[in-house]
């Protein structure tokens, strides 16, 4: 994948986990902002941030995003059962001239 | 409420040719700044976009795949048809359509997503 993530994080509840996505001056690099999408199992993906660090309504302030020069970072505080999904982080690539996506991060609630 | 629907085989063939639509509501693909795109997911693996659709009949095609695809959009349906040639068991995924934000580079409406096999 043209943008990079952790294959898998894990957390107890309640605590705070980090998903990184690491790209390069042709999409995060050149400013482009960054999207993240959360996939239940068996489920279509969800817009969970959009524009590097929003929350499209109905999404907990638990979740927060961040980026700074190639690299974006999603944060879920307050760990839940409910939030084990796939993650994937999500730019605009200017030499592809279209979307790209990361691999993916699976996240395990202990 | 934007919501979007794929439809198409299950099944296809080897070197076959995959067609699906994309019908949609709550939105026009004439209202400036609107698109529509494709992505799909082999089982167990990652997302991958394939093709984007705007309003103005701009289209952009996945670098990898751009021999093999093309999108169109039937504004007065609501629909937007992916076709892929030469299909191969790789091919082989589950494949949304999505509601490309106005203006933005993302996704902010799902569909539920088609599955397809490609098999002999």
């Known amino acids: 994948s043209v943008l990079t993530q952790p294959p898998s994080v894990s957390g107890a509840p309640g605590q705070r986990v980090t998903i990184s996505c690491t790209g390069t001056?042709?999409?995060?690099?050149?400013?482009?902002?960054v999207h993240w999408y959360q996939q239940l199992p068996g489920t279509a993906p969800k817009l969970l941030i959009y524009?590097?660090?929003n929350r499209p309504s109905g999404v907990p302030d638990r979740f927060s995003g961040s980026k700074s020069g190639t690299s974006a970072s999603l944060a879920i505080t307050g760990l839940q059962a409910e939030d084990e999904a796939d993650y994937y982080c999500?730019?605009?690539?200017?030499?592809?001239?279209?979307?790209?996506f990361g691999g993916g991060t699976k996240l395990t609630v202990l | 409420q934007i919501t979007l629907k794929e439809s198409g085989p299950t099944l296809v063939k080897p070197t076959q040719t995959l067609t699906l639509t994309c019908t949609f509501s709550?939105?026009?693909?004439?209202?400036?700044?609107?698109?529509v795109g494709w992505i799909r997911q082999p089982p167990g693996k990652a997302l991958e976009w394939l093709a984007l659709?705007?309003?103005?009949?701009?289209?952009r095609y996945s670098p990898s795949l751009k021999s093999r695809l093309t999108i169109t959009k039937d504004t007065s349906k609501n629909q937007v048809v992916l076709t892929m040639t030469n299909m191969d068991p790789v091919d082989t995924a589950t494949y949304y359509c999505?509601?490309?934000?106005?203006?933005?580079?993302?996704?902010?409406?799902w569909g539920m997503g088609t599955t397809v096999t490609v098999s002999s």
């Open positions: 999500q730019s605009y690539d200017t030499s592809l001239s279209g979307w790209v």
């Open positions: 524009g590097n660090d």
């Open positions: 659709i705007y309003w103005d009949d701009e289209r």
């Open positions: 001056n042709s999409n995060l690099g050149a400013a482009y902002h």
């Open positions: 709550g939105f026009s693909l004439s209202s400036a700044g609107v698109g």
């Open positions: 999505a509601h490309g934000a106005p203006g933005y580079n993302y996704a902010d409406v």
